[in-house]
Structures are given as C-alpha cells and as structure tokens.
C-alpha cells in the first residue's frame, strides 16, 4: 500500500518540459524568467509587485529589514508559527512579544493581539510598538481588520506571513493582495501548494518598497542608470555597461531562472491544486462526520474560501489513553504520515531567555497539545482521506 506523507510537491510532464527548457537557455541564476515569474505571481494574487527570493524565510528577513527597526521597537508574532517569523525579527535588532491564538485554529485573534499590545504598553514603557506579523496557519486567513485599523492609528506595519496561503481568499479579498496589510510573504517550499524547489517572495503594492527590497536581495546593488545616485572614480563620474552601484548593504537572497521557470510552470496549475485540496478538505470532513472519534476539525470561517496547505486537526489524546508519539507511530505502520505544526515559538530555549514578555499563553499550549497534521497534497487520491480516518480510527480505539 502507497505510503502517505503529510505533504509533498506535484511535479508533472509540464514542470520538468519548463525547468528542461530554462537550462537549455542563456540563463541559469538571473534572467528573463525571474521577472516573468513575479509579474504572474503578481497578478496571481492581486498585487502590484511581486519580488521573488530565495526562500520564504529570506522574504520575511527583507520584508522586516525595510521598517528599519531599533532595539527598543517591538513586533507582535503569534506564538503558532514556523521559528522565522519571530527570527526574522531578531534578525533586524528588534523585540517579539509573543501573541497566544485561538486553541482550535492556531490564528491571531483580535482578543490575543490585543492582550499582547497591552501587556507592551502596560509593562515596557521607552518600547514602541512596530508592528505585527500575523500567520494565515494552514492556509486559514486571518481577518485583518482590526490588526489594520491599530497599524494604521499607531504607525505601525502590518506584514502577513502567507507562506500556507498562496491562493487562497481571505475578508480583505485576495491573499497577498495587500489591501489591508503592508506587505505578504510567500514560501515555496516543496510541501507547500506550489514549489519552486526552494524559494519565496514578498507582494505589496508600494513601488518604491518593491525596488528597495530588490535592492536588498541582490547586495545592495543597482545596475539601472535611471536610478544611479552619483558613483565617483578618481574625482571624476563614471558611465559605461559594465557600470553599477552598491546604494546599501544587501544580501544575496536572489532566486535563479531554473527555480522560477518551475514556479511559472506550477502558477498556472495553482487552480487545479487548489480545487484537488478543497476536495480532499471535503472528504475529510465527510469522513470525520460518520465516525465519534474525539477529534476536531473547524470548519473555514464565514467570507473565506482558503485554499489548505495543511489538514491540522484537534485529538483528545487523554480520552483515547494514548500519547500523541503512539498515535503517530500507529498511523505510521499503516502507512500513513503525520506531522506536528508546530510547537509554540515562545516555548523555544533561544525565545524562552530573548522575547521580551514572559507571558502564558494557554491558547498556544493547549492547539499544540491536540494539534495533527494529516496528509493533504495535490497528488493524493479522491479516497484516501477515507483511508486516514478509516487507520486513525483504528489505531485510537484499538
């Protein structure tokens, strides 16, 4: 019997004829397919501009790095998330307060921002709040009105961490799209609903943002003379094809044209993976219904068509009397993967000694007691989530 993973990439003929077909051409780091890959990313999710790099976590790096942040600025970051989207943070000399989440989903809430801003104001005074990087988990978006409304009385930035959402619609329209938020971010990881391999990219809609952050991703570097600032040589201006000039301190986060040819490639089957995981979402929840099973799975909410990067679910693994370690290793023997997204940042050692509120967070705590991520990937069949529920099953009542 076919092993499941919890997630994998879908490579098809189509994929490879366009990786093939890009190192076959003049290019294999930067070239033409780089800014076709971020002007169809771009219209993909109803942004301006698109800038593609190396990874997700290079993405939120630069996204962060452009706030120009001081140590006594603080940013927000729910305490469910992937380590980068606090790390990123630290990385530009800045402070996290952790924010607890809803204990059923894994979001932000507008009640958990909340507690998390007051306890900045009330107990670090000479600390500025910043911003806030709010995690669309499991491709679920997170309703970003409220969030909105505060940045913008405050000053402040609000960065959506999109790397589980490509595709997906949220109360402000478009993942992406930037309508209520600063910038998003995107991960292109191969268990994520499109892969480039490895790779990321930042959207917004601000122009100038966009060329600061491309900048930012290649050393620091421009080469178009239109934006040349004035390099001097010996005294005297210097021209010429060969010329360019480093106008601030970069990285080299770029991402190479074999890389975006699959990512061009794997956009334009965006809406087949997206419909293959709705329908597998449904017959999960198909099969869930017909069992009494002591696990949860909350329906996507009011004014939201996400598309899932992950089918996470809540076990009540007391009831049951079996560890989570013991369920996995069940399921695993049948053939059946299973994955733990993720365990609370704020309970890391590196945050335990560096964030800068030591709160409890038992919303946090208690989604990641109960937390399982169960296969969801385009290649898997109509019926295998029958087949996980039907092992699950088995294993929790055996």
């Known amino acids: ?149 505060v940045c913008t009385e405050r000053g402040a930035f609000l960065l959506e961490d999109a790397c589980h959402a490509i595709g997906g619609t949220g109360p402000q329209g478009l993942i992406g799209s930037c309508q209520s938020s600063t910038m998003a971010v995107y991960s292109f990881h191969p268990v994520k609903t499109l892969t480039t391999g490895e790779g990321g990219a930042i959207t917004t809609n601000d122009s100038n943002l966009a060329r600061h952050l491309r900048l930012l991703r290649s050393h620091g570097i421009e080469r178009d003379p239109a934006h040349f600032v004035g390099l001097r040589y010996d005294g005297e201006g210097d021209e010429g094809p060969w010329v360019y000039e480093q106008q601030c301190l970069g990285f080299n986060y770029r991402l190479p044209d074999i890389n975006c040819a699959l990512g061009l490639s794997q956009l334009k089957r965006l809406p ?32 939201t068509a996400p598309v899932f990067h992950l089918f996470a679910v809540n076990i009540d693994f007391a009831a049951v009397g079996l560890t989570r370690a013991q369920v996995m290793a069940g399921l695993r023997e049948s053939g059946v993967g299973t994955q733990v997204h993720y365990i609370p940042v704020h309970r890391q050692p590196y945050w335990q000694t560096h964030a800068l509120a030591k709160r409890d967070l038992l919303g946090a705590d208690q989604f990641y007691q109960s937390t399982l991520s169960l296969p969801l990937y385009a290649d898997m069949a109509d019926d295998d989530p029958q087949r996980v529920i039907q092992v699950l099953q088995e294993v929790l009542t055996s």
């Open 1 to 149: 019997m076919t092993f499941l993973p919890y997630g994998r990439q879908s490579i098809d003929d189509s994929d490879i004829e366009a990786v093939v077909a890009a190192l076959k051409s003049d290019y294999l780091t930067t070239g033409p397919l780089v800014d076709q890959f971020e002007k169809a990313l771009a219209q993909t999710v109803g942004a301006k501009e698109a800038i593609v790099v190396a990874n997700g976590t290079a993405a939120l790096h630069l996204a962060i790095l452009t706030e120009e942040l001081s140590p006594k600025c603080v940013v927000i970051v729910p305490s469910v998330t992937f380590t980068a989207s606090a790390n990123c943070v630290a990385y530009c000399g800045a402070q996290v307060v952790f924010a607890d989440v809803d204990p059923h989903t894994g979001l932000i809430t507008d009640e958990t921002f909340d507690q998390a801003l007051a306890t900045l104001d009330r107990d670090y005074h000479g600390y500025r709040f910043a911003g806030v990087v709010p995690v669309h988990y499991a491709g679920r978006p997170v309703d970003l009105t409220h969030l909105n409304e």
């Open 272 to 303: 087949q993976f997206a419909s293959k995981r709705a329908r597998l979402v449904a017959e999960y929840q198909k099969a869930l219904a017909a069992t009494n099973l002591p696990v949860r799975w909350t329906p996507q909410a009011e004014a």
